[in-house]
């Protein structure tokens, strides 16, 4: 037997996460470890436990489940040991999707989904399976463009790497006007993981988003 995912269930209304522990305790090889209302001193316990999946509802008391998981991450020593996370909400808005994906989370996950799609969601959070394209990236960023973020650290983390590494920030600043307008990308966002990570982001998709903030992928 495959061992249980351990998930971390964050979310303010009482009613809905004791329904997501159900569900979820009543599903095969899925154990609920950790629940939560989003407080700053009940998520200062995560780091602490071993968790595969955190599961975390967009509408929180203080701050968004966005902003609570960027604050949460901040808490782990190391990039390696930060869980995954899932993002639900009420409503499925484009926008959101961008704000999670350039958080760092794995995937949102709307209440119409029901839950079997939380349950799939969970799943391939833990395989840490692709749940976007460079196409399918483009495209969204290309109907939700995120808000301009100027970073001095990331312009600077860029600027010092080494030729071959930037050479692919290059080419995908080059080929990134062609894939908003359609065109089928000769890049995947497979090959900008490992440089992903060694930047500090934890997905591919939250890095191309960070560089587009950034202005790095501006039309030349």
Known sequence: MSQSLRIALIDWNTSVRSARRAILDATENITVVFESDGSKDQLTQLPDLLVDVIVIDQQLDSKTGVDAFLTLRQSYEELSEIPKAVLTTVFDITSLRVQALGAGMHDVVSIDSGPDGLINAIRSAA?????????????????????????????????TLPVRKKGLIEKLAEEWPKIKAGSKPKLSLEQYQPLALSLGFLSASEFVIKLMQNGVLDAK
């Open 127 to 159: 395989s840490a399976e692709p749940v976007i394209d460079l196409a399918e990236l483009a495209k969204l960023l290309t109907e939700t463009p995120p808000i301009f973020k100027s970073s001095f650290e990331l312009s600077q983390a860029v600027i």
